[in-house]
T-cell receptor, first 115, second 110 residues
């Protein structure tokens, strides 16, 4: 079954450490996104990519960077983690082709705790 | 700028009661509106889109451009409807980038 997979699912780290969250997908979608979920704030867009050579900042990109290694892989990095980056992070994909319905397909989320 | 507001963080109803989850938006152009749902231990998934004008799991939502609202309704709530619901907006041509509301947790009591 075509899927969106995130690793790690849970991570606890310390302030100042570098962290990478990885996302891979087998849906064959060109568009990939990283969102952050905080209680009461919903999901906020961090970065998005429309293809391998395309990277765009979202609403809250400060403190984050991304890498689109291949169509199927989109990684999110925190160069120097801080406690207010403690959150649940979601990767998502979408299909811009003829079947484009505007729907996003989400991974299961990566819970990051920064102490 | 586009914005989505869900005024209720928690909505608690009894089984069989009607449900309305409120969503208001601000956007200067023609928006596409969505409702996403996250059941316990499941990933976030699309519930319905205003363009489809469909009823999913008994839920419907009507886009009211005059009131800039897209409320989600169900006449008779079921316990399995308990979940986190997010209203989301995509601007026309925005490449599926969704702006989400803060979410409403629906609890349906037996």
């Amino acid at each position: 079954d075509a899927d969106v997979t995130q690793t790690p699912r849970n991570r606890i780290t310390k302030t100042g450490k570098r962290i990478m969250l990885e996302c891979s997908q087998t849906k064959g979608h060109d568009r990939m996104y990283w969102y952050r979920q905080d209680p009461g704030l919903g999901l906020r867009l961090i970065y998005y990519s429309f293809d391998v050579k395309d990277i765009n900042k979202g609403e809250i990109s400060d403190g984050y960077s991304v890498s689109r290694q291949a169509q199927a892989k989109f990684s999110l990095s925190l160069e120097s983690a801080i406690p207010n980056q403690t959150a649940l992070y979601f990767c998502a994909t979408s299909d811009p082709g003829p079947a484009n319905t505007g729907e996003l397909f989400f991974g299961e989320g990566s819970r990051l705790t920064v102490l | 700028a586009q914005r989505v507001t869900q005024p209720e963080k928690l909505l608690s109803v009894f089984k069989g009661a009607p449900v309305e989850l409120k969503c208001n938006y601000s956007y200067s152009g023609s928006p596409e509106l969505f409702w996403y749902v996250q059941y316990s231990r499941q990933r976030l998934q699309l519930l319905l889109r205003h363009i489809s004008r469909e009823s999913i799991k008994g839920f419907t939502a009507d886009l009211n451009k005059g009131e800039t609202s897209f409320h989600l309704k169900k006449p008779f709530a079921q316990e399995e409807d308990s979940a986190m619901y997010y209203c989301a907006l995509s601007g026309l041509g925005a490449g599926n980038m969704l702006t989400f509301g803060g979410g409403t947790r629906l609890m349906v009591k037996p």
